[in-house]
């Protein structure tokens, strides 16, 4: 029995009509989905930032991965534009750039200037306009020209553009017989405008965002006496790697964010603008301790997590360079071999190369020639306990190699003598003896270590002191977050001593000075 011919054919339609709908959802979708940059990977745009400079970035509140600020709501922003996932990191400004080219970050938003220097090698998209001023303690006399400061130190944060425009003008005050401006340059932002509120620099060199947002915080205890020219000066980047293409969609979707009015809410938000400095520059002036303050960065969960990252560190890093010391120092203490020199060589390089440079050189040119060490397991945590477990074992090496060596040769013979194995004899006469001799000088090493591991906020280790500078750049509570920061080094430093009393105590009977005036 043959099918009505309408019942035929209306599955081809429904199909076809199906297909039609489908294809134009997806090309509406793709009409209203931009194109993505090359420089974002699995979904996610990877932004480095300085969190030290209020209100463009900066951390707003106890925890540290709580990153606010201007720069940080434009990089929200270009996520949601692109639709997809944002990882804000935090480091050292020192280590914007060079995690930019090892392609740790896509992007830089941190209050950079955009500077033909820095284009060389980036490519940059101007979003927020800025004028350079030099700024110094309220009360100060007005500056006419820059020839003024001819003599007098400023201070300048390091890795910044600054110190090389005041050198710059210094070559023009000595074609004309001036004193040279004293550049003074300290790792970050709040370091930098210490040094005028104490007095021991003149003035700072700054962008007038920052002095608008810090009024209220520095009880108007700052105010400009200079606005000079300096065209150059004038725009805020964002930094990519060099890509025609990804700046044109860059470009592109700062653009639709300033059409859409975004960027002008962001702008709002964060009182960016002259108007709003008038109203923070008579607030009550500062007590000399707020007790409150300190009492809560002791209690706080980001003190305490980041004295866990340091003590972590540190004991990882001491450990495992003890457990590569050890038989490093047997053959060092050995024959002269080929062996030996190589080992010579190796104490002799990561001892004399600076610990900073031998982190830096781990975190951002090892990926340059292994790209492996680009991908998200290689974390800043593990970099830092390579880093330190290897400068630390160059000296644990020679820590080792002097105990065994003082142990009396005597020893290993009445181990012989007792048909002990070579292992037992180690094991039961020659280590213990020397676990006593070298302890005190390894404990001094770990306290030391345990310092150093301060370095880490380089490659955004989030440690104690880390986070402590991450709050005062916030605050500008100096004394407050410093002396909480000193509570915690202090308790853990006496932690280890009381241990190291403990295992001196345990190993009394192999000090020999002790045997012989025990005896009978």
């Given at each position: 029995?043959?099918?009505?011919?309408?019942?035929?054919?209306?599955?081809?339609?429904?199909?076809?009509?199906?297909?039609?709908?489908?294809?134009?959802?997806?090309?509406?979708?793709?009409?209203?989905?931009?194109?993505?940059?090359?420089?974002?990977?699995?979904?996610?745009?990877?932004?480095?930032?300085?969190?030290?400079?209020?209100?463009?970035?900066?951390?707003?509140?106890?925890?540290?991965?709580?990153?606010?600020?201007?720069?940080?709501?434009?990089?929200?922003?270009?996520?949601?534009?692109?639709?997809?996932?944002?990882?804000?990191?935090?480091?050292?400004?020192?280590?914007?750039?060079?995690?930019?080219?090892?392609?740790?970050?896509?992007?830089v938003a941190s209050g950079l200037i955009r500077l033909p220097a820095r284009e060389e090698n980036f490519d940059a998209?101007?979003?927020?306009?800025?004028?350079?001023?030099?700024?110094?303690?309220?009360?100060?006399?007005?500056?006419?020209?820059?020839?003024?400061?001819?003599?007098?130190?400023?201070?300048?944060?390091?890795?910044?553009?600054?110190?090389?425009?005041?050198?710059?003008?210094?070559?023009?005050?000595?074609?004309?017989?001036?004193?040279?401006?004293?550049?003074?340059?300290?790792?970050?932002?709040?370091?930098?405008?210490?040094?005028?509120?104490?007095?021991?620099?003149?003035?700072?060199?700054?962008?007038?965002?920052?002095?608008?947002?810090?009024?209220?915080?520095?009880?108007?205890?700052?105010?400009?006496?200079?606005?000079?020219?300096?065209?150059?000066?004038?725009?805020?980047?964002?930094?990519?790697?060099?890509?025609?293409?990804?700046?044109?969609?860059?470009?592109?979707?700062?653009?639709?964010?300033?059409?859409?009015?975004?960027?002008?809410?962001?702008?709002?938000?964060?009182?960016?603008?002259?108007?709003?400095?008038?109203?923070?520059?008579?607030?009550?002036?500062?007590?000399?301790?707020?007790?409150?303050?300190?009492?809560?960065?002791?209690?706080?969960?980001?003190?305490?997590?980041?004295?866990?990252?340091?003590?972590?560190?540190?004991?990882?890093?001491?450990?495992?360079?003890?457990?590569?010391?050890?038989?490093?120092?047997?053959a060092l203490n050995g024959r002269n071999t080929v062996l030996r020199l190589v080992l010579k060589g190796y104490v002799?390089l990561f001892r004399g190369a600076p610990t900073l440079l031998q982190l830096l050189f781990i975190w951002n040119a090892?990926?340059?020639?292994?790209?492996?060490?680009?991908?998200?397991?290689?974390?800043?945590?593990?970099?830092?306990?390579?880093?330190?477990?290897?400068?630390?074992?160059?000296?644990?090496?020679?820590?080792?190699?002097?105990?065994?060596?003082?142990?009396?040769?005597?020893?290993?013979?009445?181990?012989?003598?007792?048909?002990?194995?070579?292992?037992?004899?180690?094991?039961?006469?020659?280590?213990?003896?020397?676990?006593?001799?070298?302890?005190?000088?390894?404990?001094?090493?770990?306290?030391?270590?345990?310092?150093?591991?301060?370095?880490?906020?380089?490659?955004?280790?989030?440690?104690?002191?880390?986070?402590?500078?991450?709050?005062?750049?916030?605050?500008?509570?100096?004394?407050?977050?410093?002396?909480?920061?000193?509570?915690?080094?202090?308790?853990?430093?006496?932690?280890?001593?009381?241990?190291?009393?403990?295992?001196?105590?345990?190993?009394?009977?192999?000090?020999?000075?002790?045997?012989?005036?025990?005896?009978?």
């Open positions: 029995m043959a099918r009505p011919a309408c019942r035929t054919h209306v599955w081809p339609m429904l199909w076809a009509a199906l297909l039609g709908l489908l294809l134009a959802m997806a090309g509406h979708a793709r009409a209203d989905s931009p194109d993505l940059p090359g420089f974002i990977h699995d979904g996610t745009l990877t932004v480095c930032t300085n969190p030290t400079l209020p209100p463009m970035t900066f951390v707003n509140g106890t925890d540290a991965n709580a990153v606010d600020g201007l720069d940080m709501d434009i990089a929200h922003s270009l996520a949601a534009y692109w639709h997809v996932h944002i990882d804000i990191t935090t480091m050292e400004f020192s280590g914007l750039f060079p995690s930019l080219a090892a392609q740790r970050c896509a992007m998209i101007t979003y927020q306009d800025t004028a350079l001023v030099i700024v110094a303690r309220a009360g100060t006399r007005p500056l006419t020209s820059m020839s003024d400061l001819s003599g007098r130190t400023v201070a300048v944060q390091a890795g910044t553009s600054y110190a090389a425009w005041l050198a710059r003008e210094n070559t023009s005050m000595a074609a004309h017989g001036r004193p040279p401006i004293i550049i003074q340059q300290y790792p970050t932002e709040d370091q930098v405008v210490q040094q005028v509120l104490v007095g021991r620099a003149f003035a700072f060199a700054s962008q007038d965002v920052e002095l608008y947002y810090r009024q209220k915080q520095l009880h108007g205890e700052i105010s400009t006496i200079l606005v000079p020219p300096s065209p150059e000066y004038g725009h805020f980047a964002l930094y990519i790697r060099k890509d025609a293409h990804d700046r044109a969609l860059l470009a592109q979707a700062v653009a639709s964010l300033e059409h859409n009015g975004q960027l002008a809410t962001i702008r709002q938000k964060w009182t960016i603008t002259p108007d709003h400095a008038g109203s923070l520059s008579h607030p009550d002036p500062a007590p000399l301790f707020r007790w409150g303050v300190f009492f809560g960065a002791l209690t706080s969960t980001a003190f305490a997590r980041g004295a866990f990252i340091t003590l972590a560190i540190a004991v990882l890093s001491h450990l495992t360079a003890i457990v590569i010391s050890i038989p490093m120092a047997l002799t090892l990926p340059q020639f292994l790209p492996i060490f680009r991908e998200s397991w290689f974390t800043p945590f593990l970099a830092t306990w390579i880093a330190l477990s290897i400068n630390e074992s160059a000296y644990q090496v020679e820590i080792n190699r002097a105990a065994l060596a003082a142990v009396d040769k005597g020893q290993e013979l009445a181990g012989d003598a007792l048909a002990l194995s070579r292992r037992q004899v180690y094991r039961y006469v020659i280590f213990p003896q020397a676990l006593r001799i070298a302890l005190p000088p390894t404990m001094n090493a770990f306290i030391s270590l345990l310092k150093t591991t301060s370095l880490a906020s380089v490659i955004s280790l989030q440690e104690l002191l880390a986070v402590t500078q991450i709050q005062v750049a916030r605050t500008f509570e100096f004394t407050e977050y410093y002396a909480a920061a000193l509570v915690y080094y202090l308790a853990m430093v006496f932690v280890f001593l009381f241990i190291q009393k403990c295992i001196e105590h345990r190993f009394a009977w192999a000090d020999p000075h002790r045997v012989t005036t025990n005896a009978p």
